[in-house]
């Protein structure tokens, strides 16, 4: 899709222009961090500026940061623990990184339907992810208004479930870092067991 509509920026409390991914991780993805296995690599997906790369490399993960604009990510492109990867995600077939096996994935702010079952698919058992992006409703807000980056109400829970283990599930609006209306999810790879025991 064309992001550039929900590459939206808003006025900071200086006047200047913030990015709305900008400053601290997202209260949902730090909620269910803790929930990603100990030291298992994590796929930042969209990653902009690479607020959530910078909570998992904290929390002791390799990650690997994708985007199609690493410009933003400044001095964390250095630390040796992030893989950062400029990848347009919506140029063509899934990306071969998708074909590697993460402990846990994140999407913030970005939304390209084609990558929901590959992104399910590269889970590793018992693997999670947490994503976090703007529904229907937001347009009563601003920008992204266009309705092709608007998840329909339920989409994200429809998505995954059936194919992960749902954790939690919102449809809500938000208030900070400013007034959007978004859905976000969490949700668990089963784990190899399980997966066995489904594949006799
Ligand atoms: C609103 S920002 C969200 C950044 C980050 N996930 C966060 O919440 O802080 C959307 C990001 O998606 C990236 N993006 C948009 N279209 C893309 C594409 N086709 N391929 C790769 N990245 C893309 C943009 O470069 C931008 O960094």
């Known amino acids: 899709m064309k992001q550039a509509d929900s ?12 990015h709305p991914g900008s400053g601290g991780p997202s209260p949902w993805v730090r909620r269910f961090a803790p929930l990603v ?5 994590v ?4 990653c902009g ?26 001095a964390l492109a250095d630390d040796p623990r992030l893989e950062a990867l400029t990848c347009d995600l919506e140029g063509g077939p899934p990306p071969s990184f998708l074909e590697r ?15 929901f079952g590959p992104l399910a698919a590269a ?9 976090e992006t703007f529904a229907k409703g937001n347009e009563r807000f601003g920008k992204p208004s266009n309705p092709h980056f ?16 749902v954790i939690a599930y919102e449809n809500v609006v938000v208030e900070q870092p400013k007034a959007a209306a978004v859905q976000r999810l969490c949700a668990r790879a089963p784990a190899e067991e399980e997966e066995t025991e489904a594949g006799e």
């Open 7 to 18: 590459q939206s920026t808003t006025k900071g409390p200086e006047g200047g222009q913030k």
């Open 37 to 41: 296995p100990a030291g298992a690599p």
């Open 43 to 46: 796929l930042d997906l969209a």
């Open 49 to 74: 500026g690479g607020r959530h790369s910078r909570l998992f490399l904290e929390r002791g993960h390799p990650v690997l940061a994708v985007d199609r604009d690493l410009s933003r990510l400044g």
């Open 101 to 115: 096996r993460f402990g846990g994935i994140v999407v913030t702010n970005y939304l390209h339907r084609p990558l």
């Open 123 to 131: 889970l590793a058992p018992g693997g999670v992810l947490i994503y």
């Open 150 to 165: 608007l998840l329909y109400a339920g989409e994200l829970l429809e998505a995954f479930q059936g194919r992960l283990d």
